[in-house]
Nanobody, 129 residues
Framework: QVQLVESGGGLVQAGGSLRLSCAAS????????MAWFRQAPGKEREFGAA????????LYADSVKGRFSISRDNAKNTVYLQMNNLKPEDTAVYYC??????????????????????WGQGTQVTVSS
């Protein structure tokens, strides 16, 4: 079992920045990819960004590309999502997820529709206009 806990959400003005953190605990391995998803009220959960264990491969949704940056600190078992130039449409609950994936694999080869088996409880991000 892997437990994921998100933090760092809050209220921010449009154009501002936030950094989300996801701390992992429990049974972990070096072959887990990490990802961020988000879900706005009344909408389906959508993929945001993902990163392999080594950091050699990342994948971003078009809606966040160029504004968000995913990174991880394996020594701290933590993945981050740096969100810059936030827009009101970024308002959502942001979820951290983990899935077994080859450390040197190419995330673009599988795309965002991957079977992430572990999920956090989410952290609310609200961007005011």
């Amino acid at each position: 079992q892997v437990q994921l806990v998100e933090s760092g959400g809050g209220l921010v003005q449009a154009g501002g920045s936030l950094r989300l953190s996801c701390a992992a605990s429990g049974r972990t391995f070096n072959n887990y990819a990490m990802a961020w998803f988000r879900q706005a009220p009344g909408k389906e959960r959508e993929f945001g960004a993902a990163i392999t264990y080594s950091g050699s491969s990342t994948l971003y949704a078009d809606s966040v590309k160029g504004r968000f940056s995913i990174s991880r600190d394996n020594a701290k078992n933590t993945v981050y999502l740096q969100m810059n130039n936030l827009k009101p449409e970024d308002t959502a609950v942001y979820y951290c997820a983990a899935a077994r994936f080859p450390p040197s694999g190419n995330l673009a080869g599988v795309g965002p529709l991957y079977d992430y088996e572990y999920w956090g409880q989410g952290t609310q991000v609200t961007v005011s206009s």
